[in-house]
């Protein structure tokens, strides 16, 4: 989030206007407020399981900024098909695996079992189904020998915060096709 809000200078296409979490602890509000971004927090909790409710809540509180794009970055839980219809296109998520291999959790070790020579991150539009939108961009990474699914995530998360602006800042100016690195 850090590197999406602090890319958005210049001649960049966009502007961050809102960080909002569910997580009322989470380290990125202080850091928004910090480069005086606006933020919220919509709990997930007090709906007990009622993600309508919940999504209504957050969709409210994105509408009072009027966000071009949405930018999923941690974003922890599962969004449905009305929310993402909601802001149909507009959805961003970077997910720390060569998509399409390995949706869903604990993508490092399982690369790691799978005995693969390289890994990487991917950024894509979200769909309905998870970490099934089109691919906006990746950026890969070799496995070294030794790799736990620690040093592998750090190696990666590294790319991470060098895909996901060069996606954000393609894709803010209204192109939509995918970016490759290295
Ligand atoms: N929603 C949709 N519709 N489509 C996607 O591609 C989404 C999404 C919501 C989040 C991020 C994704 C990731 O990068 C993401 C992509 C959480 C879960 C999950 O199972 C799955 C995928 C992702 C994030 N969440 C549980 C839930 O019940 C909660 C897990 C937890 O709290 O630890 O929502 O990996």
């Given at each position: 989030m850090v590197s999406l809000a602090d890319s958005m200078?210049?001649?960049?296409?966009a502007r961050p206007v809102l960080v909002l979490s569910?997580?009322?602890?989470?380290g990125g509000l202080e850091k928004a407020r910090a480069r005086g971004i606006a933020t919220a927090v919509v709990d997930?909790?007090?709906?007990?399981?009622d993600r309508a409710a919940f999504e209504a809540a957050v969709s409210a509180a994105l509408e009072a900024h009027a966000p071009d794009i949405i930018c999923l970055a941690g974003f922890m839980r599962v969004l449905t098909a009305d929310f993402v219809g909601r802001w149909q296109g507009r959805i961003l998520n970077i997910h720390p695996s060569l998509l399409p291999k390995y949706r869903g959790l604990d993508t490092h070790a399982r690369a790691l079992a799978a005995g693969d020579t390289e890994a990487g991150c991917t950024v894509h539009e979200v769909t309905a189904e998870l970490d099934d939108g089109p691919v906006l961009g990746q950026a890969r990474v070799p496995v070294q020998p030794g790799d736990t699914p620690d040093t592998l995530a750090a190696r990666v998360l590294e790319q991470e915060h060098v895909l996901y602006p060069a996606v954000l800042r393609r894709f803010a100016g209204g192109d939509r096709r995918p970016v490759y690195l290295p």
């Open positions: 200078t210049g001649d960049h296409p569910n997580n009322p602890e989470a997930h909790r007090p709906f007990k399981g």
